[in-house]
């Protein structure tokens, strides 16, 4: 079993940057795809990016592409997301989420392909 525990959330202004980080704990994670998704209120949870178990590949929401990008420690046994250019709409309860794989390049953008889930973190994005 493996547990997921998410940092960095926050207020900031438009324009600003955030690190988000999630920690993994229960077994190591190496072998898992680690990703970010988010959920607007009243909206639907969304793929944010994801990065494959080698950290070789990497895939992105379009909207965030040039703005955020996903990182992971395979040591530490944590998976970053750098978040620049921060605008209103990126506004959510952000989630970590992992998938243990026995590739070392599929993504998986579908919420309901992941097999672990942290609780999130809430970034707003206001002035």
């Known amino acids: 079993q493996v547990q997921l525990v998410e940092s960095g959330g926050g207020l900031v202004q438009p324009g600003a940057s955030l690190k988000l980080a999630c920690s993994a704990s229960?077994?190591?994670?190496?072998?898992?795809?680690l990703g970010w998704f988010r959920q607007a209120p009243g909206k639907e949870r969304e793929f944010v990016a994801q990065?494959?178990?080698?950290?070789?590949?990497?895939r992105y929401l379009d909207s965030v592409k040039g703005r955020f990008t996903i990182s992971r420690d395979s040591a530490k046994n944590t998976v970053y997301l750098q978040m620049s250019t921060l605008k209103a709409e990126d506004t959510a309860v952000y989630y970590c989420?992992?998938?243990?794989?026995?590739?070392?390049?599929?993504?998986?953008?579908?919420?309901?392909?992941?097999?672990?889930w942290g609780k999130g973190t809430l970034v707003t994005v206001s002035s």
């Open positions: 990065i494959s178990s080698s950290g070789g590949t990497t």
């Open positions: 229960g077994r190591s994670v190496s072998d898992n795809t």
């Open positions: 989420a992992a998938r243990q794989t026995v590739s070392t390049v599929s993504i998986y953008t579908a919420p309901g392909a992941m097999d672990y």
